[in-house]
Nanobody, 125 residues
Framework: QVQLVESGGGLVQAGGSLRIACAAS????????KGWFRQAPGKEREFVAG????????NYADAVKGRFTISRDNAKNAVYLKMNSLKLEDTAVYYC??????????????????WGQGTQVTVSS
């Protein structure tokens, strides 16, 4: 069974940067749409960013637009989220997800078939 494994989370000061990654255990999902979601304590899971199977289309939540960048490297079965100008409110567990290539809108968590276990990102003041 295909697995998604996130890495790269950690503690960072406000204003700093961090890049998290998600690796897939098989190449079969390289043609899948990929997304990043996050869940803060006491809050519902929310969409962060999505990317088409070939990287040509990206979409971001308003809260992260201009600060976060999603990218993918299908040769490495990986998707990344580069986070700049981090804020305290970015603290959350970040999850990557994979859905069929026709997944749309990227923000609809129900359209994704596979989910990783999450990686904690903590932004301190």
């Amino acid at each position: 069974q295909v697995q998604l494994v996130e890495s790269g989370g950690g503690l960072v000061q406000a204003g700093g940067s961090l890049r998290i990654a998600c690796a897939a255990s098989e190449r079969t999902i390289n043609r899948y749409t990929k997304g990043w979601f996050r869940q803060a304590p006491g809050k519902e899971r929310e969409f962060v960013a999505g990317i088409s199977w070939n990287g040509s289309v990206t979409n971001y939540a308003d809260a992260v637009k201009g600060r976060f960048t999603i990218s993918r490297d299908n040769a490495k079965n990986a998707v990344y989220l580069k986070m700049n100008s981090l804020k305290l409110e970015d603290t959350a567990v970040y999850y990557c997800a994979a859905g069929p290539y026709y997944t749309w809108p990227y923000s609809d968590a129900g359209k994704y078939d596979l989910w990783g276990q999450g990686t904690q990102v903590t932004v301190s003041s």
